[in-house]
């Protein structure tokens, strides 16, 4: 991952090209570009379904592979999209039946209402030409229509530039774009029934765009893609190292981000059957690197203790200094942070849940690879980042996998194992919740006990038969299976291993620590607490009784637990759709008290204690 | 000039390079590289004080400037750079004889009084490292030292994406350096005491530029070029021309003005040992098209009637943006127009006179090719230009030329003729104020009529002999003789024609007649007026009496006219020091009415009229 080449892949018949470093797999290639490719054995070379059709550039097959294929397709070129790593610039068909259909990317969140005030207005304007008897400038015959009604404008130069030709061009019959009272675009006729926006969620996994009415506030089209950044490193730490030890690295970064913001655009764009160029205004959330990212300021600060960000004031910019393919004048705002590891995704989900407007005391938790979080408490929001650790998003745990078809969603222990997959496939892994509500389960079942030991052999005599024969004894130590081989989408058993166990007590307990130490940090207490929110693909799919039951959030009554969706996306429309709103965020972002959990000797203490699992 | 090739012109030892259009003769070539050649004949191959080195690419000298220069020199490469044209890349040697070594550029004018509020401040902040006990972020570090102050400080993403590095880079102690409360530079340590601005005056003929202390208001150092536009056509219509009908014409006009106001700004900034570095502000003032080029702004509309401007407003953009060499990303200030050819050089003006102060009814002229002027009756501002035509700058003149060493600039009539001349060289030609000087005395003395019309030589009994000496019978009419070849420095006599005549009373006429129909126009009558400010080098060498004599301006008491120097650089000086005074030129500009002469039957009833000379 850290060699300096990056060669060139076209994937066909798309005939997108995407550049990635020499070594990268075909699989993680093809995300960066926005082909999307089965993967439903995880990426193991046994499900075959990732085929893929290769002109020269890519390593030698393995053995497995070669074995998974046969002489035939070797020959012809055929490789497994997960094993087959790209050396040199290459050509790579992806027939239609290796095409992932189906992106569980969460992208719904119940909009509050508000008062849409975007500050981007449209004015038809039907001048006379000039003449002799009537030189005003051309702008400020503009500029008098707007006085008429009690309006102000302002020039923008980038537009002034080339406004004599648009009007000469047509007339004097234009429609004319300002934001904040200054210019941005003049249009050819009447163009103002068009109006929109965009609301982006900049995930470091996935990134999600809202095309949003500016006048209605009605949502016309929601669409995602994978982050390519993917390709230069699945966490954000070994992102900001591609960043700042190789040449180019951050202008890279950068480069596929905005490639897939405008790809986003243009595909919410052709869904509601409306122009880029008619989208004025846009907005954007994020974690703190991935935007500081995309607006290319130096991220050395953010791999280095104490992480501390360049700026955390919210900036907008024109979309064109961007490279963003809306309205070329048009407003990019990206959302004001809190912290290095507090970004403006964050603030995105308090300013959707009315963060201050209820007087409860309120948690919200959003998690991630890190999981954020803010107490609101006795008139102050408090917040930290908790390192979690992948394990919820399905990363280092034995068969996780994200979200998607045949993941294990949910699971049932009684006196057999009951389970139910996305989309009702043969199972082929175990997505965040599922994995929290098999920890959940096998507590109840006392297949594990409170410290995270799992029951041996030997020590299952009382179990219903069915689960005992699901307790196996490997030489990595012991595993429960969910889902036997035969039963299973990629002909291996789905199971939990040790292992597993102890990667989600680690996670659960840096974040359940990370709670705590707010709660104490705030002067509150755990009694007080009247509402958690949990946000993010994670938080909407979860079982609640099992995060309680395995101890990743407190206990407090299921009522008081909500799933908010994606809040940040709603945050990021609510900041687009109304000046108001934006304030409100840039309030809350400067009004939050940030906890540094590294010095706080209390978050140590509580980790020690929260990695254990609660007592029945 | 309508060719589209570009040659490369290199000037030794300077290394100076320049493109110019091929057929550029090398003077012309020289003067749009800042080389600046002697001319004293005016160009016409006779005094040699030109001779140049050429290596390759210019035309073959003609018969002329053989004789002048001999079969040796030509051997040997020399040319007349008055007469050699270049043709294809070349290398020309200027050798110290031939440079020029003054340049009568008026750059002084009287400041008035003005509070310094510059709207740029700079302030030592010494900051603490971040730590994990305080993770504020870069940027709210210098806020929170700017809210300690009561002051508010905004983001510039383009000084954010470097931030993190300079701060670290220098222990945290650095100089902030703000624009109307938005960050423009982070400076290493304390560099306090260096707070530059630059006013600008972007004249179609010289560029001058006046380096201020933008805490004193003291004027450091001024400095000035020819404007290198010049080799692009002399006057505005044929620089429209070039623009807007060669391809990247717009663009090389925009580029060679750029590179004067830097070369302008690195003069004066060393010759006040400072670095352009620490120039915050800049402010310019020019005509409408001199503006628009610079901006970048589409000038096809000036170039044609109704002559409408892109835009009035005044325009701030980023030094970096529009290609100057100051603090990046400092303000460059560009003052408002009233109409297309009433540019914000004459809003400096009134900006400099304290236009409404003082209750007087107030008419301003400044004459260059157009005559802009204005006038302040009964508390409105009324303005035109009149197309007065080059007469006063030399141009068009058979014995014009601009004000330099050797100009006649001053003429007395009485028994015989006694002329003086810029620095006392032998006479080698008229400027414009000893033309109308000439004129004046040439009326007084009875050798031409109110008509314009010059004795004959059989009508000139009555002058005393030493007069009618210099009046000589040509082919193409009669002359007055000024100075006797035996005296003059090139040659030859010295004189004007009755043709010369017949433009002066074309120009002084038009502008004459301007006012007039200002006057007209404002419901005033011709005694009201109580003052007259002369701007610009014309008006600041004229003797008034002369002007009055001939009918340029109108007849009124010698104390009421008021020569105001460089006015409009002046004002530029003042809306750089003072945002009242910037928010002052705007109000000015913005109440201005603009009187369009072409559709006024008053102008050309007056211009019928005042083509004549006043009875004395």
């Known amino acids: ?39 439903p054995c995880g990426g193991v070379a046994t499900c075959g379904k990732c085929r893929v059709v290769v002109s020269g550039g890519c390593d030698e097959p393995a053995a497995t592979e070669r074995k998974r294929l046969g002489d035939d397709e070797i020959a ?9 790593r790209v050396l040199a610039e290459s050509k790579v068909m992806v027939p239609d039946s290796s095409r992932s259909r189906v992106q569980k990317i969460l992208s719904s969140a119940t909009l509050r209402d508000c008062v849409v005030m ?27 229509i707007f006085a008429r009604q009690n309006r102000q404008i302002k020039p923008n130069i980038n537009v002034i530039r080339k406004l004599s030709k648009i009007l000469r061009d047509n007339d004097y019959n234009v429609t004319v774009v300002t934001h904040d009272d200054v210019l941005i675009a003049v249009e050819k006729g009447d163009t103002t029934s068009d109006c929109y926006g965009i609301a982006y969620d900049l995930g470091s996994t996935t990134i999600v765009g809202y095309l949003m009415d500016l006048y209605t506030g009605t949502e016309l089209a929601v669409s995602s893609v994978m982050n390519p950044q993917m390709v230069y490193g699945d966490d954000l730490v070994s992102r900001i190292s591609f960043a700042t030890t190789q040449q180019g690295g951050a202008e890279a970064l950068k480069a596929v981000v905005v490639d897939a913001l405008n790809r986003v655009a243009r595909e919410a764009a052709e869904a ?49 200094e961007l490279g963003l393919s809306n309205c070329a004048e048009s407003p990019v705002v990206v959302l004001p942070n809190v912290a290095g590891f507090v970004g403006s995704d964050l603030v995105g989900v308090l300013l959707a849940s009315e963060w201050k407007d209820n007087g409860r005391t ?31 998003e399905g990363a280092g745990i034995s068969c996780g996998m994200r979200g998607g078809p045949g993941a294990i969603d949910s699971v049932q222990i009684g006196e057999s194992v009951e389970i139910t997959t996305i989309q009702s496939q043969a199972p082929i892994g175990l997505c965040g919740s599922g994995l929290v509500d098999a920890i959940a389960q096998m507590l109840d079942a006392g297949i594990i006990d409170e410290t995270g030991r799992m029951l041996s052999v030997s020590q299952a005599g009382e179990l219903p038969a069915a689960l005992r024969d699901r307790l196996v004894e490997t030489e990595a130590g012991m595993e429960f299976i969910l889902a036997v081989k035969e039963e299973s989408g990629n002909g291996r058993d789905i199971s939990l291993t040790a292992m597993d166990i102890r990667r989600v007590q680690l996670a659960k307990g840096s974040i359940h620590a990370a709670i705590q130490t707010l709660i104490r940090a705030a002067g509150a207490s755990d009694d007080e607490l009247d509402e958690i929110l949990l946000a993010g693909a994670f938080g909407n799919y979860i079982r609640v009784e099992s995060a309680i039951r395995i ?24 900041a687009l759709l109304s000046e108001d709103e934006m304030a409100q965020a840039r309030e809350l972002a400067k009004s939050a008290a940030h906890l540094e959990l590294a010095v706080s000797p209390d978050y140590q203490m509580e980790l020690m204690e929260r990695m254990l699992f609660p007592l029945k």
């Not at 012809?76 to 087959?84: D, I, P």
């Not at 609101?376 to 408090?382: E, I, R, V």
Request: include cysteine; charge should be negative.
């Open 362 to 392: 309120r948690l919200a938790v959003d998690i991630g690879t890190n999981g954020e979080m803010a107490l609101w408490y006795d008139g102050n929001t408090y917040s930290c980042s908790a390192a979690a650790g992948p394990a919820f």
């Open 551 to 574: 101890g990743l959030i407190p206990s407090i009554s299921h009522e008081q637990v909500k799933s908010v969706g994606n809040a940040a996306g709603a945050g990021a429309r609510l």
């Open 272 to 320: 509601a059957g409306v122009s880029t160029d008619s989208i004025y205004k846009a907005t954007i959330v994020g974690n703190t690197c991935m935007t500081h990212l995309l607006l290319g300021i130096d991220v050395t600060s953010l791999g280095q203790s104490p992480y501390v960000p360049s700026v955390c004031a919210d900036i907008t910019l024109p979309a064109n």
């Open 118 to 144: 975007s500050g981007i207005t449209k004015t038809l304007c039907e001048m006379s030409a000039p003449n002799l008897n009537d030189e005003t400038a051309e702008f400020e015959r503009i500029e008098s």
């Open 76 to 84: 012809a070129g055929v490789r497994l999209a997960c094993q087959a």
């Open 1 to 39: 991952m850290n060699d300096n080449k990056l060669v060139k892949i076209t994937f066909q018949p798309d005939g997108v090209e995407v550049f990635v470093p020499a070594g990268t797999l075909l699989s993680k290639a093809a995300a960066a570009a926005g082909v999307f490719i089965e993967s």
